[in-house]
């Protein structure tokens, strides 16, 4: 995986999704479902963290965040904005996550990767992760990943009425060729049952929760740009049905909460 493909797209990246209403309304979920688990002695490790507004939001919930990516320029981008917000509880890190265990020596209460950072990682990858991240997860710690599933309705919707050959394209088991700028790479999809078997020998699910089950991909942004209404019917629905654990894998992205699982005594 080049770190040139996350590179070429840092300075795009928060006028491209994190400061677009599509961005912002599926953030806004994350963060209602992520709140409860934070508190001001949390220690948390974020991965994935591209140009660090999760990190920079969360920072004044928690106790310390150690906040990393595989790109230098995000990392740049999120240290500029921590130093804007003074914050001193939040530090960046450039790292790739397949090392990510090597450059650590502390435990933490949780891990956050939001809006599919691992789905850029093969099962075999992940696999590995969860055992590399297991010691440093603490005995109550908990995972929380966002993670694109399967079978996103709107997404297929959307294919299928403009009868586009991506049509049901995240339902397989094999990686996808994706393209940012002029660098591909592969993308994996998983259901929430998968990721739970995944990362079986360490921890298990204690909740599943839709992410855009009715705001759309962000790719679609421009589609709604004079559509506020229709986004803003969306939402409501969205505020509607999205703590329906079923339908997470029909959603553009889902929120699973993973514990550690407790050695036998």
């Known amino acids: 995986m080049s770190t040139s493909v996350f590179d070429s797209s840092a300075h795009n990246y928060d006028v491209e999704f994190t400061q677009t209403p599509i961005g912002s309304m599926q953030r806004n979920r994350v963060y209602k479902f992520l709140r409860p688990l934070l508190s001001l002695q949390t220690k948390l490790l974020e991965i994935n963290c591209g140009t660090g507004q999760d990190a920079i939001n969360m920072a004044p919930f928690v106790s310390s965040i150690m906040a990393t990516d595989i790109s230098q320029p995000m990392i740049e981008i999120a240290e500029k904005k921590r130093m804007h917000a003074k914050l001193n509880n939040v530090s960046f890190k450039c790292i790739d996550i397949n090392v990510l265990h090597l450059g650590l020596n502390n435990k933490f209460d949780l891990l956050l990767s939001n809006f599919g950072g691992l789905n850029c990682l ?84 204690k909740k599943v929760r839709p992410i855009g089950l009715f705001i759309p991909p962000s790719y679609l942004n421009p589609f709604f740009t004079n559509k506020a209404w229709l986004l803003k019917t969306l939402y409501f629905f969205e505020k509607l049905f999205g703590r329906l654990a079923f339908l997470s894998n029909y959603s553009d992205h889902y929120l699973i909460i993973l514990t550690k699982k407790q050695l036998p005594l």
């Open 122 to 205: 093969s099962e075999k990858e992940l696999r590995a992760f969860s055992n590399n991240i297991e010691p440093f997860i603490s005995e109550q710690g908990q995972l929380a990943l966002v993670i694109m599933g399967k079978k996103c309705w709107i997404e297929n919707l959307w294919y299928l009425l403009r009868k586009d050959a991506r049509y049901k394209r995240r339902n397989t088991k094999k990686g996808l060729h994706t393209k940012i700028n002029d660098s591909t790479f592969y993308t994996y999809y998983y259901s929430p049952e998968e990721i739970g078997l995944i990362f079986s020998s360490h921890f298990q699910i």
